[in-house]
């Protein structure tokens, strides 16, 4: 076991420039005129908690209490404005499923290029290659470039590679509904497998159910702080009569 | 202990390696560094002197601008049917202590006009005294002087001196070019500068070594393991952009080739018409200067917009941003290496000798390649924050080419604004290619500092600029 996930006072600031700035002239102009206002926002205000190895943790919140950015912060995307962030493991998000694929290029030559953008070895690519391609259920499609695939066909194939190379941590990012039915289903059944393999998870879902039924432990964040942090169906169950007033 | 075995191994490969690059390089350049060939600049061919009766005397002072002078050229008229009798004495005076004399038959003189006067080893002191040139014949015979040099594709006054005929000064010069080789100290410095360099690079890496021995941080360590770590992301990124770059092109690669090739006779055709021109092999001239500054215009804005292009990755998946400008320069850079292919078969074309010092080409390459990875660094940090850098870059990019020696040769450039036209680092990559390309010698030392100078602070304004601000650049796509 061991910690896994060390969030410490981490606080995520927004500097929001009022004039949109964007062009060298315009920034010239304001900051001579001293019309440069920003406007802070934050997204999170001193969130700690820390996460052992193995545990499943589901977050849940109101719309714009966080959450996404708490998941940023952690996978590295964002540099907190205070505060640090440890983790002691590949971190594999899947915070848009497909979002390193480049469309010119065939599926398998896509799952190689998303692999190396998670931080894989080639070799080790290599050795769960047949693995990605008979999940994904494509066929001969995965020698066609992607811009021929269907939503559904990308979606299955970038669900593959993400859960299929063994993350240590693993961030999820509201996508379970992947693809028809039968896919949903084998994609529940993998998640269940990492997640009984080890792998550490966060996920983010507005589906209480969901969260019910796979998390061990639960953050509720509210606006940017962290409103509650336990067992599953204690916090549910006040998230949910919170929603309910 | 295991460790500690291959990291002696490692050292004794180190020491190989550099052993061996330190003598290749020796005998490359062994030659090039101990002497460079020295050919002056004579007057235009404006107008010819009277005839030179018995009796007569043309002088000419000139500087001596070489340590061994080989030969004197000088431009001769006459008048057709001239009888072949008759002969031509030249002789080099110091004041008036005769240092060297040659006899030349009327029926020895070459048909254009141009003669040569050969100089001994040894016949004369050293560079820089003020020699006089004196020429006497027996009638028929008369040389070629002018007022006038070419810049480009001007002629211009030129500050002329030192003729007399028959003790009489006269305005103008004679058309005269030393032709000879100045000794060079570099050599003199070539084992002690080597060693101090591999004492420097031992001391570096036994620094790392203990440096990791111990668990401490330190920044070549922490680069060379993310660069172990990201390297086949990064090997895939370039072979990403190099497939999908030409994956709709019925030609596809071939691009890479003929790009070059058409670019050459486009310049060729309207500089060769509309210019007057006196470069030696046009061609690969022109074909050299285009393929390095294609490169670094493609490498330079497909660096610029790598960051902001993948905005879409960069704000959902974690990596080291480094990677798409360097990533965008590589795949660049491999187009530059198609490029050469037409290039060679030009050389081959035109009949320039092949020579050892076209060995040198992977080294000005990667000085070039250094220099654009370090430019795309600032480029694509400033691009984040300010779009407007892609416009202004273009312009910049623009002028650049014209302060580039690519299609006109760098002696139209006024001998006042050499310093600071030198000083655009363009020009010396240009300069060392065509060194090795053309002339078949390495540049000197003083063109590799320049290229390692400008390359060198290129990657370091970029490192730092690109470090300072890319853990914002998230927030600013």
Not at chain 1, 7 to 34: G, P
Not at chain 1, 94 to 100: A, F, P, R, T, V
Not at chain 1, 192 to 198: C, H, K, P
Request: charged content about 15%; proline content about 3%.
């Amino acid at each position: 076991m061991g910690e896994i996930i060390r969030a410490d006072q981490v606080c995520m600031n927004f500097r929001m420039n009022v004039n949109h700035t964007t062009s060298m002239k315009e920034w010239v102009i304001a900051k001579l005129k001293r019309q440069l206002k920003y406007q802070d926002f934050y997204a999170l205000k001193g969130v700690s908690f820390s996460v052992q190895r193995g545990e499943i943790i589901g977050i849940i919140g109101t719309n714009g209490s966080g959450k996404s950015t708490l998941l940023k912060v952690i996978s590295g995307i964002y540099k907190p404005t205070a505060g640090t962030v440890v983790t002691a493991g590949r971190v594999a998000p899947m915070l848009e499923l497909g979002s390193g694929f480049d469309y010119e290029l065939s599926g398998s030559e896509n799952i190689f290029l998303n692999g190396a953008i998670m931080g894989y070895s080639e070799d080790f690519l290599r050795s769960r290659y047949d693995e990605i391609v008979d999940f994904a259920e494509l066929g001969e499609f995965i020698h066609q470039p992607l811009k021929t695939y269907s939503s559904g066909m990308m979606m299955r194939l970038a669900f593959s590679v993400a859960t299929l190379v063994d993350p240590e941590i693993l961030i999820v990012d509201e996508i379970l509904a992947v693809g028809d039915e039968r896919f949903q289903k084998k994609s529940y059944g993998r998640m269940m497998n990492l997640m009984g393999g080890g792998t550490t998870v966060l996920m983010v879902s507005h589906s209480l159910e969901q969260i019910r039924e796979m998390c061990s432990r639960v953050l509720w964040l509210d606006h940017g702080t962290l409103r509650m942090d336990g067992e599953t169906n204690a916090v549910c169950d006040a998230y949910h009569q919170f929603l309910s007033q | 202990m295991k460790k500690e075995k291959s990291f002696g191994k490692s050292l004794v490969l180190f020491v190989l390696i550099y052993a061996a690059a330190v003598g290749l390089f020796y005998w490359i350049v062994r030659d090039d560094w101990r002497q460079t060939a020295v050919v002056t600049d004579p007057v235009n061919r404006d107008a010819v002197l009277p005839d030179l009766n018995a009796g007569d005397e043309i002088r000419q002072d000139f500087v001596l601008a070489a340590d061994q002078l080989n030969e004197l050229i000088l431009y001769v008229n006459r008048q057709p049917g001239a009888p072949a009798e008759g002969k031509l004495t030249a002789e080099i005076l110091s004041g008036e202590e005769l240092l060297f004399r040659q006899e030349m038959a009327y029926g020895d003189l070459a048909e254009d006009g141009q003669m040569s006067v050969s100089v001994p080893a040894d016949a004369l002191p050293e560079k820089g005294t003020l020699l006089t040139l004196s020429l006497r014949a027996e009638g028929m015979v008369s040389f070629w002087y002018g007022q006038t040099r070419t810049a480009g594709k001007f002629a211009v006054k030129a500050e002329t001196s030192g003729l007399r005929m028959n003790g009489e000064p006269r305005d103008g010069e004679l058309v005269l070019s030393q032709r000879g080789s100045l000794l060079q100290p570099y050599m003199r410095y070539y084992w002690p500068a080597a060693a101090v360099l591999f004492l420097a690079l031992t001391a570096i890496i036994l620094w790392c070594h203990a440096c990791a021995v111990q668990g401490k941080a330190n920044a070549i360590n922490g680069g060379l393991r993310l660069i172990s770590q990201y390297s086949y992301l990064l090997k895939t990124l370039v072979l990403r952009d190099f497939k999908v770059k030409y994956k709709a092109s019925v030609l596809g690669v071939l691009w890479s080739f003929l790009n070059p090739l058409l670019m050459t006779f486009v310049y060729m055709f309207v500089f060769s018409t509309l210019f007057r021109n006196s470069i030696e092999n046009f061609v690969v001239y022109l074909m050299s200067g285009i393929i390095l500054f294609n490169y670094f215009t493609e490498a330079s804005n497909q660096g610029m917009i790598s960051i902001v292009g993948n905005a879409g990755l960069i704000t959902k998946v974690y990596m080291p941003k480094y990677i798409f400008p360097i990533s965008k320069v590589l795949s660049s850079g491999i187009n530059l290496l198609i490029s050469l292919i037409p290039l060679m078969i030009m050389m081959a074309l035109t009949g320039v000798r092949l020579s050892k010092s076209l060995l040198l080409l992977p080294v000005v390459l990667l000085f070039l390649i250094l220099f654009c990875v370090g430019v795309s660094l600032i480029l694509s940090a400033a691009m984040v924050y300010f779009r407007d850098i892609q416009f202004l870059w273009g312009i910049l990019l623009t002028i650049l080419n014209f302060l580039s020696p690519i299609f006109y040769p760098e002696s139209i450039i006024p001998a006042k604004f050499l310093t600071l036209y030198h000083m655009n680092p363009m020009y010396q990559y240009l300069f060392f290619m065509r060194s090795i390309v053309l002339n078949g010698v390495s540049p000197n030392p003083v063109t590799y500092l320049y290229c390692i100078l400008a390359s060198g602070i290129a990657l370091g304004i970029g490192l730092f600029v690109f470090r300072k601000s890319q853990s914002s650049f998230v927030l600013h796509l």
